[in-house]
């Protein structure tokens, strides 16, 4: 039967070139430009008969033994998914994960940041039943999870096809890369700022008045605020410190979740908040009050990472959505729901891609958050929080 909700999805995932066929010898992807829409011909009116998403098919360059990996998956009793986006950020690639595999499937539970690792040890100690994929952006709790052994070093029939700054870790994928941005209300501030330095700049020359509402992250509350803060000012050294030191003049608000930091520019609270992820503000109607900007002089990137849990109860369906996930076909879903993919050989026909805030900002502006162990020894923490703590006025 006809699906019109994946009607637009399926135009763009029919106008790359990926076979539809069973495994075979591995081949490299097809170049860029068979994967560029191409023109639809009328053809004969829909029947009732499968369409080719509902068989299950892998492209001809995986590993001739992934049918084994099909089949057992049809043994196993679906897949939990942890994750920090929301189900809306998620709907499209699951759909259409479940038009190839119908028989899995997935329960998504959304979780805050700082909840993800913790649950997960928690269920696993009383037995219940864990997540068998975890997609976070949490650097400090991904890596202490890492050390733990609680990742299955699973290498993605895609592999080769990523950039190397997406898989820094054995069995670790970069689901989507989302900028951090600079959020506005149109109706209080006539002229966006396009970099921290502007929105320091104001705050510094309106600070006697305390005619300014900043809004952002409490770093040391909320992990994708530490690593934001951390990964942008390791990058813009002293001069990033001064930024702060001027935003720090104004007593910014400080907060730990991202819609309650919109919820304050929506209502004029604050006029400007900043590393906000993308995803959150890039779809609003052109009738909302706030605006966005890219923030040029040192673009934050924040990773979803997704792997795999040593204790999943089923590992075979984990790898089947591991490798959906970041194949042509499911970084474009990603887009369509509202994420931001960043295959290159993607760009030309997805609707938000790493490529084009490259476009914007320049690929040396640009500041990934990697799995850096830096982060993880104490004392390093506590130079940067007290640092941190100085420049925003919240020092003890």
């Known amino acids: 039967m006809p699906r019109p909700k994946l009607l637009y999805c399926l135009i763009l995932l029919f106008s790359i070139s990926f076979s539809a066929c069973s495994p075979a010898s591995i081949t490299k992807t097809p170049p860029l430009e068979n ?88 269920e696993t ?17 991904l890596q202490t999870f890492i050390k733990q052994g609680q990742v299955v ?29 600079i959020v506005y209300n149109k109706q209080q501030l006539s002229v966006a700022p396009e970099t921290l330095q502007q929105v ?8 006697a008045q305390k005619l300014i509402k900043i809004v952002t992250y409490d770093a040391l509350l909320s992990p994708n605020g530490f690593a934001a803060n951390w990964f942008w000012s390791k990058a813009q050294g002293d001069a990033g410190w001064e930024i702060l030191n001027n935003i720090g003049s104004v007593n910014p608000i400080l907060m730990t979740s991202e819609m309650q930091m919109l919820d304050a520019l929506e209502s004029g609270k604050a006029e400007i908040g900043y590393f906000i992820p993308a995803h959150l503000i890039v779809d609003l ?34 790898k089947l959505l591991v490798d959906f996930s970041l194949s042509q076909e499911g970084q474009l879903a990603l887009s369509l729901g509202g994420l931001t993919p960043y295959r290159s050989d993607i760009a030309a026909i997805s609707k938000y891609h790493l490529d084009k805030v490259i476009s914007e900002v320049n690929m040396e502006h640009l500041i990934f958050f990697p799995l850096d162990e830096t982060i993880l020894n104490s004392a390093e923490y506590e130079i940067f929080s007290a640092k941190w703590q100085l420049a925003l006025k919240r020092a003890e």
Not at 125 to 140: C, E, F, H, P
Not at 200 to 207: D, R
Not at 289 to 311: F, S
């Open 35 to 122: 994967l560029l829409p191409i023109e639809t011909i009328p053809g004969p009116e829909p029947t009732p008969s499968l369409s080719a998403l509902e068989h299950s098919y892998v492209p001809i360059y995986y590993s001739p033994f992934y049918e084994d990996i099909i089949n057992g998956s049809k043994r196993e009793s679906g897949l939990l998914v942890y994750t920090e986006t929301k189900d809306e950020n998620l709907a499209y690639l699951i759909q259409i994960f479940r038009e190839h595999y119908p028989w899995i499937n997935v329960i998504l539970l959304q979780l805050n940041p700082d909840e993800v690792f913790e649950r997960y040890q928690r």
């Open 125 to 141: 100690v009383s037995k219940a039943r864990a997540a068998d994929i975890i997609i976070s952006s949490d650097v400090i709790g």
């Open 153 to 181: 070093s699973y290498r993605s029939q895609e592999d080769e096809f990523l950039p190397l700054w997406a898989k820094n870790k054995v069995g670790v994928y970069t689901l989507s890369s989302e900028p951090m941005l």
């Open 200 to 207: 320091g700049n104001l705050a510094n020359a309106l600070s």
């Open 285 to 318: 109607p052109e009738t909302s009050n706030l605006g966005w900007a890219y923030i040029k002089d040192g673009q934050p990137i924040l990773n979803y990472n997704m792997v795999i849990t040593q204790n999943n109860t089923s590992p075979n369906s984990a």
